[in-house]
């Protein structure tokens, strides 16, 4: 593989001893060129700030606890700028929260620092390809995280395009309706609103309408 060809690389870890070893690493696979590295979140910002797209890195392998700002706030960070960079969070924590907070901040990836060195390498090279990999316990985090956020939420996690479909389905609209209202396709109405069913767990639309009075979310006569 050509230097043309190889995936660059940024290490952003608050360890020296870690970035050293992923380093050292990395660099014995042909694939992979480590262009950058960062202490910190901030550090990592600065040191994208101002570079071209030839000396970007394609993904940065990204440590979720650091002091100031951590993994997650540095990702969304990141990908404000540039959405093109893929993220792969590497820790040593399995929290549901953090999981689901890491995903939904744009990593691509979610891999604990216990997974071997072969897990690590493919894990990298999906996520070039804009793949997330996950082991099955990650995996089972990620769900619970979600469900947790939903529970919370009390919206049954719903989008804003979600709701939009719902309050219209509540106000008896049909598909063609809601699609001429919202400038959208039917068979994108169809996609929310079998989504809308999945989430709430319900059968029909006449018990989606019922939903959205029920929990107030209806504010049509």
Avoid at 91 to 115: P, Q
Avoid at 164 to 176: F, P, R, T, W, Y
Avoid at 210 to 221: M, P, T, Y
Wanted: aromatic residues 4%.
């Amino acid at each position: 593989m050509s230097a043309l060809d190889t995936i660059k690389i940024m290490i952003v870890d608050d360890h020296d001893m870690v970035r050293t070893g992923l380093r050292t690493y990395l660099m014995l696979e042909p694939k992979f060129e480590v262009i950058a590295e960062a202490g910190s979140g901030q550090d990592a910002l600065n040191v994208l700030e101002g570079r071209t797209q030839e000396t970007m890195p394609d993904m940065i392998l990204m440590d979720l606890m650091m002091p100031g700002m951590d993994g997650i706030e540095t990702t969304r960070a990141v990908l404000a700028k540039h959405p093109h960079i893929k993220i792969v969070m590497l820790t040593s924590f399995l929290e549901d929260d953090k999981v689901y907070g890491a995903i939904e901040a744009g990593a691509t990836s979610y891999v604990l620092k216990t997974v071997s060195s072969e897990e690590l390498i493919y894990a990298l090279g999906a996520a070039f390809k804009g793949m997330p990999v996950m082991t099955a316990d990650v995996s089972q985090a990620l769900t619970r995280g979600l469900r947790q956020r939903t529970a919370q939420s009390g919206d049954e996690g719903l989008t804003e395009r979600e709701k939009e479909v719902l309050l219209l389905i509540a106000d008896g609209q049909s598909n063609k309706e809601i699609a001429e209202e919202l400038h959208i396709s039917i068979k994108t109405v169809k996609t929310h609103v079998s989504n809308l069913l999945m989430k709430c767990e319900l059968e029909d639309r006449t018990q989606l309408a019922v939903l959205a009075h029920r929990k107030g979310w209806a504010k049509r006569a």
